[in-house]
Protein backbone atom coordinates (compact mmCIF):
# COMPACT_ATOMS: atom_id res chain seq x y z
CA UNK A 1 0.00 0.00 0.00
CA UNK A 2 1.59 2.90 -0.93
CA UNK A 3 2.06 6.32 1.25
CA UNK A 4 -0.06 8.15 -0.98
CA UNK A 5 -3.05 6.03 -0.42
CA UNK A 6 -2.74 6.42 3.30
CA UNK A 7 -2.35 10.29 2.98
CA UNK A 8 -6.06 10.16 0.87
CA UNK A 9 -7.35 7.37 3.35
CA UNK A 10 -6.39 9.03 6.90
CA UNK A 11 -5.51 12.73 5.64
CA UNK A 12 -6.93 15.21 3.56
CA UNK A 13 -4.86 14.76 0.64
CA UNK A 14 -5.87 17.27 -2.46
CA UNK A 15 -9.62 17.19 -1.40
CA UNK A 16 -10.81 19.87 -0.04
CA UNK A 17 -13.32 20.50 3.42
CA UNK A 18 -17.23 19.85 3.04
CA UNK A 19 -17.69 23.20 4.55
CA UNK A 20 -16.81 24.78 1.75
CA UNK A 21 -19.92 23.35 -0.37
CA UNK A 22 -21.36 25.05 2.32
CA UNK A 23 -19.49 27.94 2.01
CA UNK A 24 -19.31 28.33 5.32
CA UNK A 25 -21.67 29.96 5.61
CA UNK A 26 -22.28 30.24 9.55
CA UNK A 27 -25.78 29.11 9.64
CA UNK A 28 -25.88 26.19 7.28
CA UNK A 29 -22.51 24.79 8.67
CA UNK A 30 -24.17 24.99 12.83
CA UNK A 31 -27.48 23.72 11.49
CA UNK A 32 -25.32 20.84 9.76
CA UNK A 33 -23.21 20.43 12.84
CA UNK A 34 -25.87 20.13 15.05
CA UNK A 35 -28.64 18.05 13.31
CA UNK A 36 -25.69 15.51 12.46
CA UNK A 37 -24.31 15.68 16.46
CA UNK A 38 -27.90 15.19 17.46
CA UNK A 39 -28.26 12.30 15.21
CA UNK A 40 -24.88 11.04 16.41
CA UNK A 41 -26.37 11.48 20.32
CA UNK A 42 -29.23 9.65 19.98
CA UNK A 43 -27.94 6.70 17.51
CA UNK A 44 -25.52 5.81 20.21
CA UNK A 45 -27.99 6.35 23.16
CA UNK A 46 -30.24 3.69 21.43
CA UNK A 47 -28.16 0.67 21.44
CA UNK A 48 -27.09 1.23 25.12
CA UNK A 49 -31.22 0.74 25.78
CA UNK A 50 -31.19 -2.17 23.69
CA UNK A 51 -28.62 -3.58 25.41
CA UNK A 52 -30.10 -2.77 28.91
CA UNK A 53 -33.49 -4.19 27.56
CA UNK A 54 -31.67 -7.81 26.85
CA UNK A 55 -30.17 -8.26 29.60
CA UNK A 56 -33.01 -7.57 31.21
CA UNK A 57 -35.16 -9.73 29.81
CA UNK A 58 -33.12 -12.76 28.91
CA UNK A 59 -36.48 -14.68 28.27
CA UNK A 60 -37.08 -12.25 25.12
CA UNK A 61 -36.55 -14.43 21.91
CA UNK A 62 -34.25 -14.01 18.83
CA UNK A 63 -31.78 -11.18 21.04
CA UNK A 64 -29.02 -11.13 18.74
CA UNK A 65 -31.38 -9.37 16.30
CA UNK A 66 -31.17 -6.49 18.96
CA UNK A 67 -27.43 -6.98 19.02
CA UNK A 68 -27.52 -6.40 15.17
CA UNK A 69 -29.89 -3.34 15.32
CA UNK A 70 -27.91 -1.85 18.15
CA UNK A 71 -24.24 -2.29 15.79
CA UNK A 72 -26.18 -1.04 12.68
CA UNK A 73 -27.56 2.29 14.46
CA UNK A 74 -23.93 2.86 16.12
CA UNK A 75 -22.67 2.36 12.89
CA UNK A 76 -25.07 4.76 11.21
CA UNK A 77 -24.10 7.37 14.46
CA UNK A 78 -20.39 7.16 13.66
CA UNK A 79 -21.00 8.14 9.99
CA UNK A 80 -23.24 11.30 11.53
CA UNK A 81 -20.13 12.26 13.64
CA UNK A 82 -17.68 11.65 10.30
CA UNK A 83 -20.26 14.41 8.56
CA UNK A 84 -19.21 16.98 11.59
CA UNK A 85 -15.48 16.10 10.85
CA UNK A 86 -15.33 16.35 6.89
CA UNK A 87 -16.99 19.90 7.51
CA UNK A 88 -13.32 20.82 8.29
CA UNK A 89 -11.11 18.14 7.14
CA UNK A 90 -11.71 16.25 3.77
CA UNK A 91 -11.28 12.57 5.04
CA UNK A 92 -13.50 11.07 2.14
CA UNK A 93 -11.71 7.67 2.04
CA UNK A 94 -12.44 7.35 5.69
CA UNK A 95 -15.69 8.99 5.50
CA UNK A 96 -16.98 6.40 2.65
CA UNK A 97 -15.21 3.39 4.52
CA UNK A 98 -16.65 3.35 7.62
CA UNK A 99 -20.18 4.36 5.43
CA UNK A 100 -19.31 0.82 3.75
CA UNK A 101 -19.17 -0.81 7.10
CA UNK A 102 -22.46 0.71 7.84
CA UNK A 103 -23.62 -0.30 4.54
CA UNK A 104 -22.46 -3.68 5.07
CA UNK A 105 -24.21 -4.18 8.54
CA UNK A 106 -27.29 -2.58 7.81
CA UNK A 107 -27.80 -5.16 4.43
CA UNK A 108 -26.95 -8.35 6.89
CA UNK A 109 -29.44 -6.94 9.13
CA UNK A 110 -31.90 -6.52 7.03
CA UNK A 111 -31.51 -9.74 5.41
CA UNK A 112 -31.31 -11.38 8.52
CA UNK A 113 -34.91 -9.99 9.45
CA UNK A 114 -36.55 -11.30 6.00
CA UNK A 115 -36.80 -15.05 7.57
CA UNK A 116 -37.37 -13.67 11.11
CA UNK A 117 -40.15 -11.97 9.82
CA UNK A 118 -42.56 -15.27 10.33
CA UNK A 119 -40.82 -17.01 13.44
CA UNK A 120 -41.36 -13.85 15.10
CA UNK A 121 -45.24 -13.72 13.94
CA UNK A 122 -45.70 -17.14 15.44
CA UNK A 123 -44.85 -16.11 18.71
CA UNK A 124 -48.18 -15.46 20.72
CA UNK A 125 -49.07 -11.50 21.23
CA UNK A 126 -49.31 -10.37 23.69
CA UNK A 127 -53.75 -10.48 23.41
CA UNK A 128 -53.23 -13.90 23.04
CA UNK A 129 -51.21 -14.15 25.28
CA UNK A 130 -53.86 -12.38 28.01
CA UNK A 131 -56.51 -15.39 26.37
CA UNK A 132 -54.21 -17.83 27.19
CA UNK A 133 -53.55 -16.28 30.92
CA UNK A 134 -57.19 -15.93 31.77
CA UNK A 135 -58.06 -19.64 30.22
CA UNK A 136 -55.49 -20.63 32.52
CA UNK A 137 -56.97 -18.55 35.33
CA UNK A 138 -60.13 -20.01 34.84
CA UNK A 139 -58.30 -23.69 34.57
CA UNK A 140 -56.34 -23.29 38.07
CA UNK A 141 -59.97 -22.07 39.31
CA UNK A 142 -61.86 -25.69 37.98
CA UNK A 143 -58.96 -27.44 39.33
CA UNK A 144 -59.33 -26.21 42.85
CA UNK A 145 -62.82 -26.80 43.12
CA UNK A 146 -62.03 -30.39 41.49
CA UNK A 147 -59.74 -30.64 44.40
CA UNK A 148 -61.81 -29.43 46.74
CA UNK A 149 -64.68 -31.76 46.18
CA UNK A 150 -62.31 -34.50 46.18
CA UNK A 151 -60.89 -33.88 49.02
CA UNK A 152 -64.45 -33.40 50.94
CA UNK A 153 -65.65 -36.93 49.21
CA UNK A 154 -62.48 -38.43 50.61
CA UNK A 155 -63.40 -36.96 53.66
CA UNK A 156 -66.28 -38.43 53.73
CA UNK A 157 -65.53 -42.00 52.16
CA UNK A 158 -62.80 -42.09 55.05
CA UNK A 159 -65.77 -40.88 57.73
CA UNK A 160 -67.83 -43.92 56.32
CA UNK A 161 -64.70 -46.26 57.38
CA UNK A 162 -63.64 -44.70 60.53
CA UNK A 163 -67.78 -45.54 61.59
CA UNK A 164 -67.58 -48.91 60.12
CA UNK A 165 -67.50 -51.46 63.52
CA UNK A 166 -64.85 -53.79 61.36
CA UNK A 167 -61.46 -53.29 60.70
CA UNK A 168 -60.37 -52.11 56.79
CA UNK A 169 -57.10 -51.68 54.79
CA UNK A 170 -55.89 -51.45 51.58
CA UNK A 171 -52.53 -52.09 49.91
CA UNK A 172 -50.55 -52.05 46.74
CA UNK A 173 -49.47 -54.69 44.33
CA UNK A 174 -45.92 -55.07 46.99
CA UNK A 175 -48.21 -55.54 50.14
CA UNK A 176 -47.80 -51.73 50.87
CA UNK A 177 -50.33 -49.82 52.82
CA UNK A 178 -51.74 -46.97 51.10
CA UNK A 179 -54.68 -46.75 53.79
CA UNK A 180 -56.50 -47.63 56.45
CA UNK A 181 -59.96 -46.96 58.77
CA UNK A 182 -59.36 -45.60 62.28
CA UNK A 183 -60.09 -49.30 64.16
CA UNK A 184 -56.85 -50.77 61.63
CA UNK A 185 -54.71 -47.24 62.79
CA UNK A 186 -55.40 -48.08 66.04
CA UNK A 187 -55.30 -51.62 66.05
CA UNK A 188 -51.62 -51.56 64.09
CA UNK A 189 -50.01 -49.09 66.89
CA UNK A 190 -50.21 -46.21 64.13
CA UNK A 191 -52.51 -43.78 66.00
CA UNK A 192 -54.04 -42.33 62.79
CA UNK A 193 -55.03 -43.83 59.66
CA UNK A 194 -52.38 -41.67 57.35
CA UNK A 195 -49.27 -42.73 59.39
CA UNK A 196 -49.99 -46.48 57.85
CA UNK A 197 -49.43 -44.71 54.15
CA UNK A 198 -46.42 -46.66 52.64
CA UNK A 199 -45.82 -49.13 55.52
CA UNK A 200 -45.51 -52.80 55.36
CA UNK A 201 -46.52 -55.26 57.92
CA UNK A 202 -43.51 -55.46 59.04
CA UNK A 203 -43.08 -51.89 60.57
CA UNK A 204 -46.64 -52.08 62.38
CA UNK A 205 -47.26 -53.99 65.78
CA UNK A 206 -47.29 -57.73 64.71
CA UNK A 207 -44.89 -60.15 65.65
CA UNK A 208 -42.27 -61.23 62.70
CA UNK A 209 -43.67 -64.50 62.01
CA UNK A 210 -47.92 -62.89 61.88
CA UNK A 211 -46.38 -60.64 59.40
CA UNK A 212 -44.96 -63.12 57.34
CA UNK A 213 -48.43 -64.88 57.77
CA UNK A 214 -50.03 -61.76 56.15
CA UNK A 215 -47.27 -61.05 53.41
CA UNK A 216 -48.17 -64.79 52.52
CA UNK A 217 -51.83 -64.64 52.29
CA UNK A 218 -51.89 -61.18 50.12
CA UNK A 219 -49.30 -62.74 47.45
CA UNK A 220 -51.39 -65.72 46.89
CA UNK A 221 -54.62 -63.56 46.83
CA UNK A 222 -53.20 -61.09 44.49
CA UNK A 223 -51.13 -63.83 42.49
CA UNK A 224 -53.72 -65.92 42.00
CA UNK A 225 -56.47 -63.14 41.59
CA UNK A 226 -58.89 -65.17 43.89
CA UNK A 227 -60.79 -63.54 46.73
CA UNK A 228 -59.91 -65.42 50.36
CA UNK A 229 -63.26 -64.83 53.06
CA UNK A 230 -63.44 -66.23 56.43
CA UNK A 231 -59.58 -66.64 57.13
CA UNK A 232 -59.36 -67.04 60.73
CA UNK A 233 -56.27 -65.67 61.80
CA UNK A 234 -54.74 -65.57 65.78
CA UNK A 235 -53.08 -61.98 66.14
CA UNK A 236 -51.17 -60.22 68.98
CA UNK A 237 -52.09 -56.83 69.41
CA UNK A 238 -50.39 -53.14 70.15
CA UNK A 239 -51.19 -53.31 73.49
CA UNK A 240 -49.96 -56.95 73.93
CA UNK A 241 -53.36 -58.64 74.04
CA UNK A 242 -54.00 -61.59 71.89
CA UNK A 243 -56.77 -61.32 69.68
CA UNK A 244 -58.79 -63.97 66.88
CA UNK A 245 -59.44 -62.39 63.89
CA UNK A 246 -62.04 -63.40 60.84
CA UNK A 247 -60.80 -61.66 57.67
CA UNK A 248 -61.63 -61.25 53.92
CA UNK A 249 -59.14 -60.34 51.14
CA UNK A 250 -60.17 -59.14 47.58
CA UNK A 251 -57.55 -58.80 44.67
CA UNK A 252 -58.39 -54.71 43.72
CA UNK A 253 -58.41 -54.28 39.72
CA UNK A 254 -57.16 -51.22 37.51
CA UNK A 255 -59.33 -50.24 34.40
CA UNK A 256 -57.72 -53.16 32.26
CA UNK A 257 -58.53 -55.64 34.79
CA UNK A 258 -54.92 -55.71 36.16
CA UNK A 259 -53.98 -56.70 40.00
CA UNK A 260 -52.78 -53.42 41.23
CA UNK A 261 -53.51 -54.25 45.20
CA UNK A 262 -55.51 -56.01 48.06
CA UNK A 263 -58.65 -54.90 49.94
CA UNK A 264 -58.58 -56.18 53.37
CA UNK A 265 -61.90 -56.22 55.90
CA UNK A 266 -61.42 -58.45 59.15
CA UNK A 267 -63.77 -58.54 62.60
CA UNK A 268 -62.68 -59.27 65.98
CA UNK A 269 -63.61 -62.03 66.96
CA UNK A 270 -62.07 -62.57 70.27
CA UNK A 271 -65.12 -62.89 72.32
CA UNK A 272 -66.99 -65.09 69.89
CA UNK A 273 -64.20 -67.74 69.89
CA UNK A 274 -64.03 -67.37 73.95
CA UNK A 275 -67.78 -68.52 74.09
CA UNK A 276 -67.04 -71.34 71.68
CA UNK A 277 -64.23 -72.19 73.80
CA UNK A 278 -66.53 -72.14 77.12
CA UNK A 279 -69.40 -73.72 75.23
CA UNK A 280 -66.63 -76.52 74.65
CA UNK A 281 -65.52 -76.60 77.85
CA UNK A 282 -68.44 -76.83 79.46
CA UNK A 283 -69.54 -79.41 77.25
CA UNK A 284 -66.26 -81.64 78.34
CA UNK A 285 -67.61 -81.08 81.68
CA UNK A 286 -70.85 -82.34 81.15
CA UNK A 287 -69.59 -85.16 79.20
CA UNK A 288 -67.11 -86.09 82.11
CA UNK A 289 -69.86 -85.47 84.46
CA UNK A 290 -72.09 -88.40 82.47
CA UNK A 291 -68.98 -90.61 82.66
CA UNK A 292 -68.73 -90.01 85.94
CA UNK A 293 -72.14 -90.86 86.80
CA UNK A 294 -72.43 -93.68 84.31
CA UNK A 295 -69.46 -95.00 86.19
CA UNK A 296 -70.68 -94.42 90.01
CA UNK A 297 -73.83 -95.75 89.01
CA UNK A 298 -72.08 -99.58 87.70
CA UNK A 299 -69.39 -99.31 90.84
CA UNK A 300 -71.34 -98.52 93.71
CA UNK A 301 -74.39 -100.63 92.47
CA UNK A 302 -71.31 -103.39 92.27
CA UNK A 303 -70.19 -102.19 95.36
CA UNK A 304 -73.20 -102.13 97.46
CA UNK A 305 -74.53 -105.74 95.90
CA UNK A 306 -71.53 -107.63 97.26
CA UNK A 307 -72.18 -106.52 101.20
CA UNK A 308 -75.52 -106.68 100.36
CA UNK A 309 -75.63 -110.42 99.50
CA UNK A 310 -73.57 -111.00 102.61
CA UNK A 311 -75.94 -109.04 105.05
CA UNK A 312 -78.99 -111.26 103.15
CA UNK A 313 -77.02 -114.40 103.62
CA UNK A 314 -76.10 -114.11 107.19
CA UNK A 315 -79.81 -112.54 107.87
CA UNK A 316 -81.08 -115.61 106.44
CA UNK A 317 -78.79 -118.48 108.15
CA UNK A 318 -79.64 -116.52 111.57
CA UNK A 319 -83.25 -116.68 110.73
CA UNK A 320 -83.42 -120.28 109.88
CA UNK A 321 -80.70 -121.75 111.63
CA UNK A 322 -80.82 -119.50 114.81
CA UNK A 323 -81.53 -122.99 116.55
CA UNK A 324 -78.87 -124.81 115.78
CA UNK A 325 -75.98 -122.44 115.24
CA UNK A 326 -73.33 -122.06 118.11
CA UNK A 327 -72.46 -118.81 119.95
CA UNK A 328 -69.56 -118.39 117.76
CA UNK A 329 -71.26 -118.97 114.63
CA UNK A 330 -73.83 -116.80 115.36
CA UNK A 331 -71.50 -114.06 116.18
CA UNK A 332 -69.50 -114.34 112.93
CA UNK A 333 -72.58 -113.72 110.46
CA UNK A 334 -73.35 -110.84 113.58
CA UNK A 335 -69.57 -109.93 112.25
CA UNK A 336 -70.21 -110.24 108.81
CA UNK A 337 -73.15 -108.16 108.63
CA UNK A 338 -71.53 -105.46 110.47
CA UNK A 339 -68.37 -105.69 108.37
CA UNK A 340 -70.85 -105.05 105.44
CA UNK A 341 -72.92 -102.18 106.71
CA UNK A 342 -69.17 -100.22 107.22
CA UNK A 343 -67.90 -101.39 103.98
CA UNK A 344 -71.50 -99.77 102.54
CA UNK A 345 -70.90 -96.48 105.39
CA UNK A 346 -67.41 -96.12 104.37
CA UNK A 347 -68.05 -96.22 100.45
CA UNK A 348 -71.17 -93.83 101.13
CA UNK A 349 -69.04 -91.47 102.95
CA UNK A 350 -66.29 -91.56 100.04
CA UNK A 351 -68.88 -90.31 97.51
CA UNK A 352 -70.38 -87.90 99.55
CA UNK A 353 -67.29 -86.46 100.02
CA UNK A 354 -66.50 -86.12 96.17
CA UNK A 355 -69.93 -84.75 95.75
CA UNK A 356 -69.55 -82.31 98.48
CA UNK A 357 -66.04 -81.03 96.87
CA UNK A 358 -67.41 -80.67 93.43
CA UNK A 359 -69.99 -78.97 94.44
CA UNK A 360 -67.48 -76.73 96.41
CA UNK A 361 -68.87 -77.14 99.84
CA UNK A 362 -66.29 -79.18 101.48
CA UNK A 363 -65.00 -77.20 104.10
CA UNK A 364 -61.51 -77.01 105.39
CA UNK A 365 -61.31 -76.70 109.32
CA UNK A 366 -57.82 -76.58 110.67
CA UNK A 367 -56.59 -76.85 114.23
CA UNK A 368 -53.49 -77.33 115.93
CA UNK A 369 -52.23 -80.35 116.97
CA UNK A 370 -48.99 -82.50 116.90
CA UNK A 371 -48.66 -85.04 114.44
CA UNK A 372 -45.95 -87.52 115.64
CA UNK A 373 -48.44 -88.25 117.92
CA UNK A 374 -51.60 -88.46 115.66
CA UNK A 375 -49.29 -90.42 113.16
CA UNK A 376 -48.31 -93.24 115.46
CA UNK A 377 -51.67 -93.58 116.51
CA UNK A 378 -52.83 -93.87 113.31
CA UNK A 379 -50.37 -96.54 112.44
CA UNK A 380 -51.01 -98.51 115.41
CA UNK A 381 -54.49 -98.19 114.37
CA UNK A 382 -54.26 -99.98 111.28
CA UNK A 383 -51.47 -102.28 112.36
CA UNK A 384 -54.26 -104.18 114.10
CA UNK A 385 -56.45 -105.42 111.08
CA UNK A 386 -53.41 -106.59 108.39
CA UNK A 387 -50.67 -109.28 108.47
CA UNK A 388 -48.53 -106.46 106.86
CA UNK A 389 -45.73 -105.06 109.02
CA UNK A 390 -45.94 -100.96 108.63
CA UNK A 391 -42.88 -99.45 109.79
CA UNK A 392 -43.53 -95.48 111.02
CA UNK A 393 -40.39 -93.29 111.13
CA UNK A 394 -39.83 -89.54 112.12
CA UNK A 395 -37.10 -87.21 112.57
CA UNK A 396 -38.32 -85.07 114.70
CA UNK A 397 -39.63 -86.03 118.23
CA UNK A 398 -42.73 -83.44 118.45
CA UNK A 399 -43.90 -81.76 115.42
CA UNK A 400 -47.01 -78.62 115.76
CA UNK A 401 -48.80 -78.26 112.80
CA UNK A 402 -52.35 -76.81 111.82
CA UNK A 403 -54.47 -78.91 109.82
CA UNK A 404 -57.99 -80.35 109.20
CA UNK A 405 -57.18 -83.95 111.55
CA UNK A 406 -60.06 -85.62 109.94
CA UNK A 407 -59.10 -84.70 106.09
CA UNK A 408 -55.04 -85.67 106.96
CA UNK A 409 -56.57 -88.99 108.82
CA UNK A 410 -58.74 -89.60 105.25
CA UNK A 411 -55.14 -89.12 103.36
CA UNK A 412 -53.01 -91.51 105.07
CA UNK A 413 -55.55 -93.82 106.04
CA UNK A 414 -56.08 -94.13 102.08
CA UNK A 415 -52.40 -94.41 101.27
CA UNK A 416 -51.81 -96.36 103.58
CA UNK A 417 -54.55 -99.12 103.04
CA UNK A 418 -53.22 -98.62 99.26
CA UNK A 419 -50.05 -99.81 100.25
CA UNK A 420 -51.36 -102.99 102.07
CA UNK A 421 -53.47 -103.41 99.57
CA UNK A 422 -51.72 -103.87 96.67
CA UNK A 423 -48.40 -105.46 98.12
CA UNK A 424 -48.19 -108.82 99.12
CA UNK A 425 -49.25 -110.39 102.59
CA UNK A 426 -46.64 -109.89 104.90
CA UNK A 427 -44.53 -107.14 103.49
CA UNK A 428 -43.70 -103.81 105.09
CA UNK A 429 -44.61 -100.51 104.06
CA UNK A 430 -43.23 -97.81 105.07
CA UNK A 431 -44.14 -94.59 106.48
CA UNK A 432 -41.95 -91.71 107.41
CA UNK A 433 -42.95 -88.08 108.96
CA UNK A 434 -40.45 -85.33 107.58
CA UNK A 435 -40.43 -81.76 108.98
CA UNK A 436 -38.59 -79.16 106.07
CA UNK A 437 -39.06 -75.82 105.17
CA UNK A 438 -42.28 -74.95 106.81
CA UNK A 439 -43.93 -78.26 105.00
CA UNK A 440 -44.47 -81.39 106.57
CA UNK A 441 -43.69 -84.71 104.31
CA UNK A 442 -45.66 -87.41 104.68
CA UNK A 443 -44.15 -90.51 102.41
CA UNK A 444 -46.00 -93.58 101.78
CA UNK A 445 -43.54 -96.54 99.86
CA UNK A 446 -44.91 -100.27 99.45
CA UNK A 447 -42.90 -103.06 97.23
CA UNK A 448 -45.93 -103.68 95.79
CA UNK A 449 -47.42 -104.46 91.96
CA UNK A 450 -46.52 -100.70 91.54
CA UNK A 451 -48.59 -98.36 88.82
CA UNK A 452 -47.95 -98.51 85.28
CA UNK A 453 -46.28 -95.00 84.61
CA UNK A 454 -49.03 -93.98 81.57
CA UNK A 455 -52.08 -94.30 83.76
CA UNK A 456 -50.12 -92.68 86.92
CA UNK A 457 -51.71 -89.36 86.33
CA UNK A 458 -55.54 -90.06 85.74
CA UNK A 459 -55.48 -91.95 89.08
CA UNK A 460 -56.71 -88.71 90.74
CA UNK A 461 -59.75 -88.88 89.03
CA UNK A 462 -62.78 -90.73 90.53
CA UNK A 463 -63.31 -94.06 89.73
CA UNK A 464 -60.05 -94.45 87.84
CA UNK A 465 -58.23 -97.92 88.59
CA UNK A 466 -54.93 -99.07 87.14
CA UNK A 467 -55.13 -101.82 84.49
CA UNK A 468 -53.03 -103.98 86.68
CA UNK A 469 -55.15 -104.52 89.94
CA UNK A 470 -56.62 -108.04 88.87
CA UNK A 471 -58.87 -109.26 91.24
CA UNK A 472 -58.05 -107.02 94.33
CA UNK A 473 -61.39 -105.12 94.76
CA UNK A 474 -61.62 -101.03 95.24
CA UNK A 475 -63.78 -98.37 93.50
CA UNK A 476 -61.21 -95.94 92.59
CA UNK A 477 -62.21 -93.48 95.09
CA UNK A 478 -59.65 -93.11 97.30
CA UNK A 479 -56.42 -91.51 95.39
CA UNK A 480 -58.92 -88.88 94.30
CA UNK A 481 -60.72 -87.67 97.33
CA UNK A 482 -57.00 -87.83 98.73
CA UNK A 483 -55.79 -85.00 95.39
CA UNK A 484 -58.53 -83.00 96.93
CA UNK A 485 -57.83 -83.13 100.72
CA UNK A 486 -54.76 -82.15 99.96
CA UNK A 487 -55.68 -79.56 97.60
CA UNK A 488 -58.05 -77.71 100.32
CA UNK A 489 -54.37 -77.46 102.63
CA UNK A 490 -52.59 -75.67 99.53
CA UNK A 491 -50.18 -78.98 99.56
CA UNK A 492 -48.49 -81.30 96.77
CA UNK A 493 -49.05 -85.09 95.72
CA UNK A 494 -46.21 -87.06 93.70
CA UNK A 495 -46.36 -90.07 92.50
CA UNK A 496 -43.51 -92.52 92.07
CA UNK A 497 -44.09 -95.86 91.19
CA UNK A 498 -42.63 -98.71 88.60
CA UNK A 499 -44.59 -102.09 88.11
CA UNK A 500 -43.20 -105.07 89.87
CA UNK A 501 -40.92 -102.73 92.26
CA UNK A 502 -43.31 -100.68 93.99
CA UNK A 503 -45.11 -97.52 94.76
CA UNK A 504 -43.77 -94.12 96.88
CA UNK A 505 -46.64 -91.28 97.38
CA UNK A 506 -44.98 -88.10 98.70
CA UNK A 507 -47.43 -85.28 100.14
CA UNK A 508 -46.41 -82.26 101.17
CA UNK A 509 -48.55 -79.43 103.21
CA UNK A 510 -47.59 -76.26 104.26
CA UNK A 511 -46.87 -76.44 108.09
CA UNK A 512 -49.21 -74.09 109.04
CA UNK A 513 -52.19 -73.29 106.76
CA UNK A 514 -53.43 -71.06 108.90
CA UNK A 515 -50.26 -69.08 108.95
CA UNK A 516 -50.11 -69.18 105.00
CA UNK A 517 -53.60 -68.15 104.23
CA UNK A 518 -54.06 -65.26 106.69
P1 LIG B 1 -60.66 -97.41 96.98
O1 LIG B 1 -61.60 -96.33 96.56
O2 LIG B 1 -61.30 -98.46 97.72
O3 LIG B 1 -59.44 -96.84 97.59
P2 LIG B 1 -58.83 -98.08 94.94
O4 LIG B 1 -57.77 -98.39 95.86
O5 LIG B 1 -58.92 -98.90 93.69
O6 LIG B 1 -60.25 -98.06 95.60
P3 LIG B 1 -57.60 -95.53 94.78
O7 LIG B 1 -57.15 -95.60 96.13
O8 LIG B 1 -58.15 -94.24 94.27
O9 LIG B 1 -58.72 -96.59 94.45
O10 LIG B 1 -56.44 -95.92 93.82
C1 LIG B 1 -56.66 -95.83 92.44
C2 LIG B 1 -55.84 -96.88 91.76
O11 LIG B 1 -54.45 -96.56 91.89
C3 LIG B 1 -55.93 -98.23 92.32
O12 LIG B 1 -57.07 -98.90 91.81
C4 LIG B 1 -54.65 -98.86 91.89
O13 LIG B 1 -54.75 -99.29 90.55
C5 LIG B 1 -53.68 -97.73 91.94
N1 LIG B 1 -52.93 -97.68 93.18
C6 LIG B 1 -53.09 -96.81 94.20
N2 LIG B 1 -52.17 -97.02 95.15
C7 LIG B 1 -51.41 -98.03 94.73
C8 LIG B 1 -50.26 -98.69 95.27
N3 LIG B 1 -49.75 -98.39 96.45
N4 LIG B 1 -49.71 -99.71 94.54
C9 LIG B 1 -50.22 -100.03 93.33
N5 LIG B 1 -51.31 -99.43 92.78
C10 LIG B 1 -51.89 -98.45 93.47
MG1 LIG C 1 -57.53 -97.11 97.60
Redesign the pocket.
Known amino acids: MSLEFLNNFFFTGQFIPHGHCYLWKPGLVTLHILSDSLIALAYYSIPIMLVYFVRKRQDVPFSWIFLMFGTFIIACGTTHLMEIWTLWHPSYWLSGFLKSITAFVSVYTAVSLVPLIPQVLALPSPAQLEMANVALHKEIAERKRVEVALRESQQMLQLVMDNIPQFIFWKDRKSVYLGCNRNFAQMSSVGSSENIVGKTDYELAWKKEEADFFFECDSRVMDGNTPEYHIIECLIQADGKQAWLESNKIPLHDLEGNVVGILGTFENITERKQAEEDIRNALEKERELIELKSRFISITSHEFRTPLSTILSSADILEFYNQKLSEDNKNKHLQRIKNSVKNMIELLD?VLFIGKDEAGKQELKPRLFELVQFCSGLVEQIQISTSHKITFSNQDEYINACMDEKLLRQILC?LI???I???PQGNTVYFDLVCHCGEVIFKVQ?E????PEKEQAQ?FTSF???S??GAI????????IVKKAVNLHNGKIVID?RVGVG?K?TVSIPINYLENNK
Not at 448 to 451: A, H, S, T, V
Not at 473 to 480: K, V
Open positions: DNSNAKYSDGIGILQRANVPGTGLGLASTV
